[in-house]
Every structure is written in C-alpha cells, then in structure tokens.
C-alpha cells in the first residue's frame, strides 16, 4: 500500500521514472516549457524639422525588472529613418527603445513602451502571442557649446 501511496505521489511530482521501481503503470508525460513572445518594433526616427535620420542604431531591450533578455535587439534606420526590429524572447511587460546617432550629431534619446494583454495576438499556452509596437522617435541636436 505505501509503495502505491509513494509512487503516485512521486507521479504526480514528475519522478515517474524514480517511482517506476514500485510498481508498473503508464502515466502520461508532462509538458514543460519556457514562457515566448514575439515583438515587431517599428517607426521612424527624425529631427526636429522632421527630417529622416539615417544610420541611427536603434536598439530594443526588457525594461522590466526581473525579466533579463539574453541579447538585446537592434537596427540602423534607412534613408527615410525607418526601423523594423523583430525577434521572439521571454515575455516583458516593458521594454524600452533606445535610439543613438552614430555620427555623434544628436542627443541619444531613450523611450518605454509598457504593454498589456491586449497589445499580444495568437496566445496560445506558453505562447504569450505577438506584439506589434510603432515608436517614433524626434532627436535633438547636440549642444555645440557656444
């Protein structure tokens, strides 16, 4: 009787192969799995005047504290100061956009995007969907010191 009594709760803890040694019977394997999401970062990155910005990095990482991405995301913007960063990693309630001119011209400017449930499509399981966020970003010139 105790074997019977160990072996289903070995069972239900995931030893089934620990508790096989009681006694024989089939259990279904568990399902384990670690938490995904997929984001699509877009916009455009300008000056004040409105202009594009081109070779602007534009870099994409977790804002939330307790979730760590294992790389940060990133893209150069085009001629007409476009963006596109997509990729697939842990679920974040925040993440923050981070855009910097390479040619040292303009200030570095930083934005956080917090999303909610609604913001995901096609959640399924561990799955926690897609996201699709648009983040326009204006950059101010440098001060030239004088």
């Known amino acids: 009787m105790w074997n ?9 803890l995931g030893f089934a192969g620990v ?11 568990a399902e384990y799995g670690t938490p995904y999401a ?10 004040r ?7 602007v990095t534009v870099r994409v990482s977790s804002g939330q504290n307790g979730v760590e991405w294992w790389e940060e ?4 913007t085009d001629a007409s100061g476009v963006y596109l ?3 697939g990693d842990f679920p974040a309630q925040t993440i923050v956009v981070n855009a910097t001119d390479t040619g040292g011209v303009y200030e570095q ?23 699709t966020v648009t983040v326009d970003m204006v950059l101010a010139e440098k ?3 004088e």
Not at 40 to 45: H, L, Q, S
Not at 73 to 76: E, P
């Open 19 to 29: 508790a096989s040694s009681c006694e024989t019977v089939r259990v279904a394997p």
């Open 143 to 145: 001060d030239s010191g």
């Open 4 to 12: 019977k009594m160990l072996f289903k709760l070995l069972a239900l």
């Open 49 to 55: 005047n409105d202009r594009p910005l081109e070779n």
């Open 109 to 131: 400017q930083t934005q956080q995007v917090v999303l909610d449930a609604d913001d995901f499509e096609g959640s399924d399981g561990w799955n926690r969907g897609h996201a």
């Open 85 to 87: 960063v997509e990729f």
């Open 38 to 47: 997929e984001y699509t970062v877009k916009g455009r990155v300008t000056d």
């Open 73 to 76: 995301y990133a893209d150069r």
